[in-house]
């Protein structure tokens, strides 16, 4: 059971301690308290955990400084949706919002390899109006040979090129807590330039003490992909790992599964889950459609497969597009077989853009639709 406090409800207050007070005294329930500093109020959300069967909605909201109250039936405590919950569906995270309402789309290089590189992309974007991207500095590789990306020697050009560009969120995959430290320290360096997201990916979806680690912070939002050879209730129960430390800024990405039914494709396109996510829990989703399908191949149609299911993706609400481009393909030193080149992204956007006007006329067709055909 969730207590939504009364906005800016003070600890100090005499009313809070006494709700705390009547609280502790209820036998095998818990409390954890979970407060988010906005810019203009502090919302303060109590969580009873135990069974909380007999305990009535009633009673609970006549409780002082207690403004709504949420019956928890469900797994994913914080970032599910419960019944009669009108908890937020979006966080605004360095001037952009992230909502299940809204779109965004990162483009960028899968790892940054170059300054030169870094520099042309994020004019690119810059120059299409766009404000965040992805950039890879600290890459998982299935070998130990591979490269493994430039790690914290990269962070301080591609920071200081953000600023410059005016690029507000980049999203940045880390696999290790050093990792936070590093990005923490470079952002510092250059006086705060840019936002990040942080991405949990496929491989550590389930590592629970990097999740851990990253929940307990809250200056940065993340980005969690779901795990390649999991259910889907397993990677929902990883976002939640998350949110049950402390941060709920987070953002679930549905990127394919492994197995070789989805061949030639990379990875088995799972963008039908889209609704499935926005309808379980509240928190905004992603489409990764170049590590789904993982070539520049094309249907006779000549659109790109990638471009196919991103379609499919934002026509059926997706919130956000991480996808991978690059100059010079060829020359890439991760990913390039699936990377898009920076003059196909004007078209790009511009079919994103058709898809979502199309996922915005299926709303309102719905919503005409129910009215005229009330159940
Ligand atoms: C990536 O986005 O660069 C990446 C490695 O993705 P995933 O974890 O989905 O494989
Ligand atoms: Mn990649």
């Known amino acids: 059971m969730i207590l939504v406090l009364i906005p800016d409800t003070r600890t100090e207050s005499s009313e809070y301690k006494q709700l705390m007070a009547h609280l502790a005294n209820f036998p095998n329930i818990s409390t954890r ?48 949706r419960h019944k009669n919950d009108d908890r937020p569906t979006h966080f605004d995270y360095n001037g952009v919002r992230f909502g299940q ?33 992805r950039m890879g500095a600290y890459k998982p590789r299935t070998s130990p040979y591979s490269f493994q990306g430039h790690g914290k020697n ?21 696999t290790h807590e050093s990792h936070l430290e590093e990005i923490r320290e470079a952002l510092h360096q250059t006086g705060g330039a840019t936002g990040v997201m942080l991405q949990i990916g ?12 990253v929940g307990r912070q809250q200056e940065f939002p993340v980005l969690i992909k779901r795990g390649f050879g999991i259910t889907l209730d397993e990677s929902l129960n990883a976002a939640e790992y998350l949110a049950s430390e402390g941060n709920r800024k987070v953002i679930f990405a549905l990127r394919g599964m ?63 597009v991480l996808v991978d481009f690059h100059p010079a393909p060829c020359k ?22 058709i898809a979502r006007e199309a996922y915005l006329q299926r709303v309102t067709l719905t919503e005409q639709y129910k009215v005229a055909n009330p159940e």
């Open 33 to 80: 308290i979970h407060s988010e500093i906005g810019a203009e109020h502090t919302l303060t959300e109590v969580y009873l955990i135990g069974n909380t069967n007999a305990l009535s909605i009633e009673e609970m909201r006549s409780l002082p400084c207690v403004d709504r109250v949420v019956r928890i039936s469900e797994d994913y405590r914080v970032l599910g």
């Open 101 to 133: 309402d809204t779109l965004n789309v990162f483009a960028g290089l899968c790892a940054v390899d170059t300054l030169e590189h870094v520099e042309a992309m994020m004019k690119t974007l810059r120059g299409l109006g766009q404000s965040c991207t």
């Open 154 to 174: 990269c962070l301080p050009y591609v920071f200081d090129l953000a600023g410059k560009y005016d690029i507000k969120v980049i999203a940045m995959e880390i």
């Open 202 to 213: 496929t491989r550590n979806t389930q590592n629970f003490e990097l999740l851990k680690i």
């Open 258 to 320: 492994k197995t070789n039914m989805g061949d030639p494709h990379r990875n088995f396109v799972d963008f039908a889950h889209v609704p499935v996510v926005k309808r379980l829990t509240r928190m905004p989703v992603c489409i990764d459609p170049s590590h789904s399908v993982g070539t520049r191949a094309c249907s006779p149609d000549g659109i790109f497969d990638v471009m196919h299911v991103t379609a499919q993706g934002v026509i059926a609400g997706a919130n956000m």
């Open 332 to 353: 890439a030193l991760v990913d390039g077989p699936q990377a898009m080149l920076f003059k196909e992204l004007p078209y790009f956007l511009e079919d994103v853009q």
